[in-house]
C-alpha cells in the first residue's frame, strides 16, 4: 500500500491524493507538521526527503518526491492520466513544467503568505506576485477556453497539478478565479466531477487552520 507524506494545507500534496483516489490505489496519509517545522528538522531531511519539501510517497522500498514526478510515475504505472500517445504524453510533460514553475509556484507562495506567513506580507512583494499570478493564470484561462482538459479529450495528471491549490477556501489566497478566468472556474467543475475527487481538508491529514492575513 502506498504511504503518502504530507498535510492538508499542502496543494501538491493534494495532486497525489487526488490522483491515487481517481486511481482506486488504496494509500495511507503521513501527517507531516509543516506548519510547525517538521519539514526543516534535520533528522527528518536526512530519513525522509533531503529537499525539505512535501509530498513524498512510500511505494514498497521506493521513495519518490516532488509532486510532477510523482504524478507521472503513478500515472505511467497504473496507466491512466497520462496522455494516449508519445505527443500527448510530451504536452502532459510541457503543463507540469509550467505548472511547477509558474502556475502553482506563484500562486501557492501568494497563497502561504497571505495565509499562514509568520508575519504580514510585503505589499510591494504581493504586488509582484498577482502580477505573475495575472500572466499564468490568463495562460490557462485561454487554453481551456475551447477544451475541456488540459491535453486531449480526458483528464491527465496535467489537470491533477494545475488544479492542486484551487479547491482551497478563496479567503486563503484573496485570488478570485472563479469570477477573472471563467474557463479555469469551469474546468474545476469538471474536475470535481472525476471519480476520487474530494475536498483536499477532507482527505489530507492534519488541521484547517484560518487565514491571517
Known amino acids: 500500500m502506498y504511504r503518502l507524506h504530507g498535510f492538508c494545507q499542502s496543494g501538491n500534496t493534494f495532486k497525489v491524493a487526488f490522483l491515487l483516489r481517481a486511481l482506486k490505489q488504496p494509500w495511507d496519509p503521513v501527517f507531516v507538521d509543516f506548519m510547525r517545522g517538521a519539514t526543516r528538522d534535520p533528522h527528518w531531511r536526512e530519513t525522509a526527503n533531503a529537499m525539505g519539501e512535501v509530498p513524498v510517497l512510500d511505494d514498497g522500498v521506493r521513495r519518490l518526491t516532488q509532486s510532477g514526478v510523482i504524478l507521472t510515475y503513478l500515472a505511467k504505472k497504473h496507466g491512466a492520466f497520462h496522455g494516449a500517445g508519445e505527443e500527448e504524453q510530451q504536452e502532459v510533460l510541457r503543463w507540469l513544467f509550467f505548472d511547477n514553475h509558474k502556475f502553482t509556484s506563484y500562486y501557492a507562495t501568494y497563497r502561504f503568505m ?72 469551469s474546468w474545476l467543475s469538471r474536475l470535481q466531477a472525476v471519480p476520487g475527487w474530494a475536498d483536499p481538508y477532507e482527505v489530507l491529514p492534519g488541521e484547517r487552520i484560518a487565514p491571517k492575513w
Do not use: Q
Not at 125 to 154: C, P, Q, Y
Open 114 to 185: 497571505k495565509a499562514f506567513g509568520a508575519t504580514a506580507p510585503d505589499p510591494a512583494v504581493m504586488s509582484w506576485l498577482r502580477g505573475r499570478l495575472d500572466n499564468a493564470f490568463t495562460i490557462v484561462n485561454k487554453h481551456l477556453e475551447h477544451r475541456a482538459f488540459m491535453v486531449g479529450l480526458s483528464p491527465t495528471v496535467a489537470d491533477l497539478s494545475l488544479c492542486g491549490y484551487l479547491f482551497y477556501p478563496v479567503e486563503e489566497s484573496g485570488y478570485e478565479v472563479a469570477v477573472r478566468f471563467p474557463h479555469i472556474n
